[in-house]
C-alpha cells in the first residue's frame, strides 16, 4: 500500500468497497428521471452519506455503535435516462444481494426504484413503507414506472396484505379505496399511538423478514424540507424511530431511503435520512449479532 493509498479516499462512500463479512452492503441509485415536480433526488445519496458520516454513530436505545461496523460501500450505480432500464438495473442487482442473503441499503433517488428492489425480496418478506403519498397510481405522466405508481406495481407482483404503509396523506379517491388492501395503515394521526403500534407489532409478527422504504416526504416538511413533493401534516422524526425500534429482533432484510432532494434545505433532511440509515444499519447488526449469521463480532 502506497501513502496515496492511505492517505486519499473515494469520498464520501460510508465504508470500504471490500470489506470481510460486512454487516450490510451500500449504494446509491442517483436517479430521478421520473420526478413529477421538483428534480433533484439524483443527489440524494451522496448527501445522506456525507451526513451519515457525521452523525453520532453509538446507538443508546440499540447499544450498538455504527463506527465499530464493517460497512461495504459499493458506491453509485450508473445512471441511465430510462425509468424501465434504471428499475431493471436495480432489480438485477438486487437479486444478486438477496440471494447471496446479503442485508443491504440502497439510498436514492427516486421511490420507483423500490419495485426493482423489493419484488425480489424472499417470499415471507413484509414492506414497511413511509410515505406521504401511496403511489398506487395505475400511470402517471404516461409512465407505467414512475415514482407515483411503483407500489401499485408492487402490489401487482406482491402480496398486497404484507404491505406496511405509514404517513400516508396525500391520495386520490381510488388509491384510498386500493391502500384498504394493504396490510396495515396508519396516517400520521394515528401513526405512533399505542394502539396503532400495538397492530403493527401484530403485523409484522406474521412475517419472517421485513424490508423497509422509507420516502423522507413521509416526515413533516418541516422535519424534511428536501424533497421533491413535500406534503404537510406528516410524521416526526421520532414517531418514525418508534416504528424502527418496534422491528428489533426481526431480521432486516434490506432498506432503503429514499426522496432525499439536498438542494431545497440546508442539510436537515439529510440529517434525519443519516439518523434512520444509523439506526437501522444498528438494527441489521444486532439481529445478525443475535443468529450468529456474521462471522465476526463487531
Ligand atoms: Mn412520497
Known amino acids: 500500500m502506497s501513502y496515496l493509498d492511505l492517505f486519499a479516499a473515494v469520498n464520501p462512500l460510508v465504508g470500504e468497497r471490500d470489506p470481510e463479512d460486512p454487516v450490510l452492503t451500500v449504494f446509491g441509485v442517483p436517479y430521478d428521471g421520473t420526478t413529477s415536480f421538483r428534480p433533484g433526488t439524483r443527489f440524494g445519496p451522496n448527501a445522506i452519506r456525507e451526513a451519515f458520516l457525521n452523525v453520532e454513530a453509538y446507538s443508546k436505545r440499540l447499544d450498538v455503535d455504527v463506527e465499530k461496523l464493517r460497512i461495504r460501500d459499493v458506491g453509485n450505480m450508473a445512471k441511465v435516462n430510462d425509468a424501465e432500464a434504471m428499475v431493471e438495473m436495480v432489480s438485477k442487482a438486487t437479486r444478486e444481494l438477496f440471494s447471496s442473503d446479503q442485508p443491504f441499503c440502497m439510498l436514492g433517488g427516486e421511490h ?70 394493504l396490510g396495515y395503515v396508519a396516517g400520521p394521526r394515528e401513526a405512533g399511538t399505542e394502539r396503532s403500534m400495538e397492530a403493527f407489532r401484530r403485523f409484522v409478527s406474521g412475517f419472517k423478514k421485513v424490508y423497509v422504504s422509507i420516502d423522507i416526504d413521509g416526515l413533516d416538511p418541516a422535519y424534511a424540507p428536501g424533497t421533491g413533493t413535500p406534503e404537510s401534516g406528516g410524521i416526526s422524526p421520532l414517531t418514525l424511530l418508534d416504528y424502527v425500534y418496534a422491528l428489533e429482533g426481526k431480521e432486516v432484510a434490506a432498506f432503503d431511503i429514499m426522496e432525499v432532494s439536498p438542494g431545497y434545505d440546508q442539510g436537515v433532511t439529510a440529517a434525519a435520512a443519516a439518523r434512520f440509515m444509523n439506526e437501522l444499519v444498528a438494527l441489521v447488526s444486532k439481529k445478525r449479532q443475535a443468529t450468529g449469521a456474521s462471522r465476526r463480532g463487531p
Not at 127 to 151: M, N, P, T
Open 112 to 181: 420507483s426504484l423500490t419495485f426493482g428492489s423489493y419484488r425480489n425480496a424472499p417470499k415471507g418478506t413484509a414492506l414497511v413503507v413511509f410515505d406521504a403519498h401511496f403511489d398506487l397510481r395505475d400511470v402517471w405522466e404516461g409512465s407505467k414506472s414512475s415514482h407515483a405508481c411503483y407500489l401499485r406495481r408492487v402490489t401487482e407482483a406482491r402480496d398486497p396484505s404484507a404491505v406496511a404503509h405509514i404517513g400516508g396523506r396525500a391520495a386520490t379517491k381510488e388509491e384510498w379505496r386500493l391502500s384498504e388492501g
